[in-house]
C-alpha cells in the first residue's frame, strides 16, 4: 500500500551527492585562486588597504552559477537550484576569508603595523629623580597635562611598542611642535625601537600602576623617549612607528596634546 513515502532511488541519491561534491571543491577552488590573486598579484601593487580587497571578491559571488554551467559536465549541473548557489556562495565567501586571513598574516605576511601597546606617560627627570604628576599619570586618550612643579629638569615621554612580529624592528619617529608662531617641529627619537635603551634607567621610578598601564605584555617593548626642558605652553606630538611588512610597509601615526603648566 502507498504510505506517502517516496521510493528511495539510489542512483539518482548517488547523482546528487556527486554533483554537491563537484560543487564542494569547484567553489573551494575557486576561493582559493582568488585569495592567491588578491595577495600575490593585486596587493603588492598597492600602498596599503583598500576597498576593491574586499569589494571585488564579494562582487565574484554572482559568477559562481555561470562557473558551475562552464565547468560541470551533465548530469550533474542540472541538479543544481537556488539553495545549491546560496549554499555555494557562502562556501566561497567562508573560503576566501579563511585563506586570506592566513596568507595575511605571520608567518606567511604582515600587514598590521605596530601600535602603543597601553597607555603614555610623561614624567620629569631632575638628576636622577623620577617627578610624576600624582594627578596625570596616564593618558589612553591624545591629551596630556604635565606639571613640572617648578622643576626646571628634562621630560621624558614613556610608552611601549606591541607588534604581531618582532615590535624591536619598528622605526620610530617622535617629533614634537610648540604651539606658538615661527616654530618649528622638532624631532626626540628616528631610530629603531630596539635602539631605545632609556626606559630601564626610568622604569623603576614609575609607579607600579603606572608600569601595569603602559606595558600590557611580556613581549611589549618600552621606549623613553627625551623631550627636553619643556617651556610652559601647548605641545603638539606626534608619534609615527613604521615597519617592513608584507606585502606593503606598515605605518601608524598616533598623536597627543601635551599641556605643561
Sequence with gaps: SDLGVENFDPKDHVEKEKADTISMWLVIAFGLLISLIMRYIMMPGMEGPKAVLWSLPLTLVVVIPSLHRVIVP????????????????????????????????????????????????????????????????????????????????????????????????????VTSHYNAPGELDVVHYNKTVGDNSDCPSIWDGLRESQQNSIITHDYDECVAINLGRLSEGDYHITITIIEEGDPWTNTRVIEYDLVVV
Design 74 to 173: 551533465e548530469p550533474y549541473k542540472s541538479r543544481y537550484t537556488y539553495g545549491n548557489w546560496f549554499r555555494a556562495a557562502m562556501l566561497f565567501i567562508f573560503t576566501w576569508l579563511a585563506l586570506s586571513f592566513i596568507l595575511i598574516n605571520p608567518p606567511i605576511g604582515d600587514i598590521g603595523a605596530p601600535d602603543i601597546a597601553g597607555k603614555m606617560t610623561v614624567v620629569i627627570v631632575d638628576n636622577e629623580d623620577v617627578l610624576i604628576d600624582s594627578e596625570n599619570l596616564t593618558s589612553k586618550g591624545g591629551n596630556f597635562i604635565l606639571d613640572r612643579n617648578g622643576s626646571t629638569g628634562e621630560a621624558w615621554m614613556i610608552f611601549s611598542v606591541n607588534d604581531n612580529t618582532d615590535p624591536g624592528l619598528a622605526k620610530l619617529l
